[in-house]
C-alpha cells in the first residue's frame, strides 16, 4: 500500500466547534484529495491540491478549507463542525493523476 | 459536468455465479477509467485502470473489465464470483483534459455473495 497516513481514525466532536483532519504521505506525490463517503453518495471531492500552496474547491467544499504547506501534508479544516458533516473522509493521492491511492479513512461524527 | 452512474445499488449473488456490475460516463473528452473495491470497514483498493489500447483490461483477483466507447460504458465482470468478493464497488473517471481535479466516483454497488 502507498505510505499515506491519516489522522485521527476516529473523531467525535460537538456541533459548532472546529475540526482539523491531517493526510501524510511518503510517497511525494505531487497531487492530493479529501473525499468524504456517504451512503447512496459514494465518495464525493471535497478540495484537492495540485503543489504545495496550490488548492482547489471540489464537488462538495462548502463549510471546509484546506492547507498544504508541505508536499507531504494536506490538512483539511472544518471551520465549525455541523451534523450534516458526520462522514467517512478519505485523504488520496497521485502521482500523475492517472490512478489514487487512497489513506484509511478517518471516521468523524458530530453529535 | 463529469458524472458516473452504476446502475445497480446492490446485487446479491451464489459462490460460482458470474458477476456483471454496470458503470457508464458522461464526459465529452476523453477519460481514464477505474473500478476500486472496498472491503468492510477497509480503504479503497485500485481494482483496475482504463487509460487507452486494449478495451479489454485485467485486474487482480479475476476481475476484468470492458471498456465500450460507443457506449460510455465501462462494466466490471468476473466470471466466478467468491464469497471473499462481498464488498463495495466504485466505478471512477478522471478528465484527461486540464485541471487537477480528483476522480469522479459513481455511487457505489454493494455486492453480497452468498456461501
Known amino acids: 500500500d502507498a505510505g499515506i497516513t491519516q489522522s485521527p481514525r476516529h473523531k467525535v466532536t460537538e456541533t459548532g466547534t472546529p475540526v482539523t483532519l491531517r493526510c501524510h504521505q511518503t510517497?511525494?506525490?505531487?497531487?492530493m484529495y479529501w473525499y468524504r463517503q456517504d451512503p447512496g453518495h459514494g465518495l464525493r471531492l471535497i478540495h484537492y491540491s495540485y503543489g504545495v500552496k496550490d488548492t482547489d474547491k471540489g464537488e462538495v467544499s462548502d463549510g471546509y478549507s484546506v492547507s498544504r504547506s508541505k508536499t507531504e501534508d494536506f490538512l483539511l479544516t472544518l471551520e465549525s463542525a455541523t451534523s450534516s458533516q458526520t462522514s467517512v473522509y478519505f485523504c488520496a493521492i497521485s502521482e500523475k493523476r492517472q490512478s489514487a491511492f487512497f489513506g484509511q479513512g478517518t471516521r468523524l461524527t458530530v453529535v | 459536468a463529469q458524472s458516473v452512474s452504476q446502475h445497480n445499488h446492490h446485487v446479491i449473488l451464489s459462490e460460482a455465479a458470474s458477476l456483471e456490475l454496470g458503470c457508464n460516463y458522461s464526459y465529452g473528452g476523453t477519460v481514464n477509467l477505474f473500478w476500486y473495491v472496498q472491503y468492510p470497514g477497509q480503504h479503497l483498493q485500485l481494482l483496475l485502470k482504463?487509460?487507452?489500447?486494449?478495451?479489454l483490461v485485467k485486474g487482480i483477483k479475476g476481475f476484468e473489465a470492458e471498456f465500450i466507447k460507443s457506449k460510455f460504458s465501462f462494466n466490471l465482470r468476473k466470471p466466478s464470483v467468491q464469497w471473499s468478493d462481498t464488498a463495495e464497488y466504485f466505478c471512477?473517471?478522471?478528465?484527461?483534459?486540464?485541471?487537477?481535479?480528483?476522480?469522479?466516483f459513481g455511487k457505489g454497488t454493494h455486492l453480497i455473495i452468498q456461501p
Open positions: 482504463y487509460f487507452s489500447g486494449d478495451p
Open positions: 471512477a473517471a478522471l478528465n484527461t483534459g486540464g485541471g487537477a481535479d480528483g476522480l469522479t
Open positions: 510517497e511525494n506525490h505531487r497531487y
